[in-house]
């Protein structure tokens, strides 16, 4: 079982993979600013919290510091989705996820101490593509 932080958790890419998580039997803790979306996902989930995943502090305080994994699935606000990768790498997360809008970006994710960046829209369009060119090709 692995512990697992989602920051961003009440989000579209957030709450999915807060709930497969879960459902494949890890601890999972969601956080998120939007106190609405926190509400309706605190049913679902066993850690969900409405905080600011850029402040060192208020993480420490929520001991992300022991958790092994995060995922910063912060897409709409780049300045939340650095600072949070930011504070996750110097509290010392060892394996930190992060979701990027475009290239720029994520450089700027690797080079504040993401280890991995994933385009999610790049990929479901390539994915998209792919299949397209299957079904052409028929």
């Known amino acids: ?9 009440a989000g579209f890419i957030g709450s999915h993979l807060c709930e497969r998580h879960l459902a494949d039997g890890h601890e999972v803790l969601g956080i998120d ?5 926190v509400q309706e ?8 919290v409405q905080a600011n995943s850029t402040s060192v502090e208020t993480l420490r305080q929520l001991n992300v510091g022991n ?13 939340a989705s650095i600072l949070s990768v930011l504070a996750l790498s ?10 990027a809008i ?19 829209e790049k990929l479901m369009g390539e994915r998209v593509a792919h299949l397209v060119t299957s079904k052409l090709m028929e």
Not at 1 to 9: D, E, R
């Open 67 to 79: 958790f092994t994994h995060a995922v910063v699935a912060i897409g709409s606000d780049l300045e």
């Open 33 to 37: 600013e939007n106190a609405e979306l």
């Open 1 to 9: 079982m692995k512990n697992i932080l989602v920051t961003g958790g």
């Open 41 to 48: 996902m605190s049913g679902t989930l066993t850690h969900m």
């Open 102 to 120: 475009n290239e720029r970006h994520g450089r700027i994710l690797q080079r504040t101490g993401a280890h991995h960046v994933i385009q999610p």
């Open 90 to 99: 110097e509290l010392g997360v060892p394996d930190i996820w992060a979701k």
